[in-house]
């Protein structure tokens, strides 16, 4: 990853556990080891707002496309890969100081992980990657699935059914709240 990069990374870093924690800002402390890094690894503005964000444009879509299940995670899995880029940034950096800081912001994400995101994202990813490692061309693969197809087609209508009957509970509990 090349090190341009890494002050917007620790930018989005900062812009998402803001949203998260639905404040107006972060701890001081946490604020303070992003601003640190932030001069250690060099803004450059220019280079940073290439047009090209990493996460926000997936945060500003996040709460318009998605239902809050869904919301949170997505934020899951943007707090995991924080994680695992600050992990990496840490264990390439040379200076004692710089991996310190890098431990306090990864710590902080792994409390707000715990604390607000509990659940099975790195199981979900790893179903996730499973399925697109799926080689489409093996014709073995093809067979399997068209024999599948009939049982994954009954699940996925099933869910189907169940989400839209809690949207017609929902709107029939709204319209009934509004009757006089």
């Not at 601003?35 to 503005?45: I, R």
């Not at 047009?51 to 934020?75: N, S």
């Not at 306090?104 to 499973?130: I, T, W």
């Amino acid at each position: 990853m090349e090190i341009q990069l890494m002050p917007f990374f620790l930018g989005m870093c900062l812009l998402t556990c803001q949203w998260m924690m639905c404040e107006t800002s972060v701890s001081e402390n946490l604020d303070q080891s992003i601003s640190e890094l932030n001069k250690y690894y060099g803004e450059k503005a220019g280079e940073l707002h290439n047009g090209q964000p990493v996460f926000l444009l997936i945060l500003k879509e996040l709460k318009v496309k998605f239902e809050e299940t869904e919301q949170k995670l997505l934020m899951s899995i943007i707090i995991d890969t924080y994680s695992r880029i600050f992990a990496r940034m840490k264990n390439e950096s040379q200076s004692e100081n710089v991996k310190e800081r890098l431990e306090h912001v990864l710590e902080h994400l792994r409390k707000l992980q715990e604390n607000y995101f509990p659940g099975k994202s790195a199981e979900l990813r790893s179903y996730a990657e499973d399925l697109w490692a799926i080689k489409e061309d093996d014709p073995m693969v093809q067979r399997k699935a068209l024999y599948e197809m009939k049982h994954v087609y009954r699940q996925a209508t099933a869910m189907q059914r169940k989400d839209k009957n809690k949207d017609r509970r929902r709107r029939q509990a709204k319209n009934r709240r509004q009757m006089p």
